[in-house]
């Protein structure tokens, strides 16, 4: 537990990321709302579970909430075994209560799924509204009074409950988790528009940055800065693409519990180091490209792969 004025959590110390904000633990909020979208499959469960196991061996809590109706974002912090869900306990009991939707997983990371509002695997936006309307309603943030809450969110552009969370518990910061393919980007840039609606009529709510995940070669580390760049937002450090997730996933586990002395260990850790103290910075608003930009661009990228499959020289653009 980090608090005013004591030393920053050792384990980031030990891998020997910098310290870069003074004074940072005495400007945090008491508990900060941070949401992590991104379409389905691009590792958003898994890089949230790690960064919650990354957090949480720096000695912050953590509570992790899994927004999708699969219900798994948690698992690797539990063995690999899901969790009774808010929606399978208001099915059951037709109430809730801290002790039976908050499970300790790895490291003491309190983890809460959401689950399937209908039991047909599609969202409802009602529904999620009402599931956190209960665990407001149980005072499950104030019992906890974790330094972090993170929300897994499937942003898949179909499902009405994007907003929910975000007005309802007040998200101060959202990072957005992308693949390197177009349809991984285009549901980022789907992601920004909605923020931008949503700005219109209510406080916007900062973008952290995009989170390149699944990373296996420099081109696609600069096909998304050239996105991030677009949308004038950043990108946070790579995670890159590893068979260790996959075996540990298999395992039912995360990295950083897994094999914590590995590379890929480092590279979650960093992101949560990153994650911590750009807290104390300003994080900007996205700006989504219009569709038609957005085909433009992708077609610029198409050229330049065209290129370099054929050998032509060109400016020396970073592929
Ligand atoms: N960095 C990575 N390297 C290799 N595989 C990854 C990586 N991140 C995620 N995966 C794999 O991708 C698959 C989908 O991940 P998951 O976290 O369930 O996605 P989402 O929650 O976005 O639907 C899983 O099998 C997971 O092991
Ligand atoms: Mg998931």
């Known amino acids: 537990m980090s608090l005013p004025g004591q030393p920053r959590p050792l384990a980031f110390q030990t891998f020997g990321v910098p310290r870069r904000i003074a004074g940072w633990e ?37 509570l992790q ?3 999708d109706p699969k219900g798994d974002s948690c ?40 689950g399937d509002p209908f ?19 149980i ?13 897994d969110i499937s942003g898949d552009s179909t499902c009405s409950s994007f907003y929910t969370p975000i007005q309802q518990i007040g998200v101060q910061r959202i990072f957005v988790v992308t693949t390197a393919d177009f349809m991984s980007l285009h549901a980022a840039n789907a992601i920004f528009k909605m923020l931008d609606r949503y700005g219109e009529s209510n406080v ?11 990373i296996s070669s420099s081109f696609e580390e600069s096909f998304i800065a ?18 260790m997730v996959r075996q540990c996933e298999l395992y039912g586990k995360t990295v950083i519990e897994a ?23 300003q994080p900007g608003l996205s700006a989504p490209m219009q569709p038609e930009e957005l085909r433009a661009w992708a077609r610029t990228w198409g050229d330049r792969i065209y290129a370099l499959e054929n050998g032509l020289v060109t400016d020396g653009a970073a592929i």
Not at 120 to 126: E, I, N, P, T, V
């Open 204 to 214: 916007p709510v900062p973008v952290g940055g995009l989170i390149p995940n699944s």
């Open 119 to 137: 039991g047909s695997g599609q969202c409802g936006s009602s529904e999620i509204a009402r599931a956190l309307a209960e665990l407001k309603r």
């Open 75 to 114: 698992s690797l912090l539990n063995n690999g075994d899901p969790i009774p869900t808010v929606f399978d306990l208001l099915r059951e009991w037709g109430e809730i209560s801290v002790d039976a939707v908050a499970h300790k997983g790895f490291k003491g990371v309190t983890c809460v799924e959401l």
């Open 26 to 62: 005495t400007r945090r909020p008491m508990t900060e709302h941070i949401a992590l979208y991104g379409k389905g499959g691009v590792g958003k469960s898994t890089l949230t579970s790690n960064l919650s196991a990354a957090l949480a061996e720096a000695g912050f809590s953590v």
């Open 226 to 243: 050239d996105f991030a760049v677009q949308t004038r937002t950043r990108t946070m450090g790579r995670i890159p693409r590893s068979l």
């Open 139 to 151: 005072d499950l943030f104030g019992a906890i009074a974790p330094d972090f809450v993170l929300y």
């Open 65 to 67: 909430v899994g927004c």
């Open 259 to 281: 094999s914590p002395l590995s590379n890929q260990s480092y590279f979650y850790r960093r992101l949560a180091n990153q994650i911590v103290d750009e807290a104390a910075s």
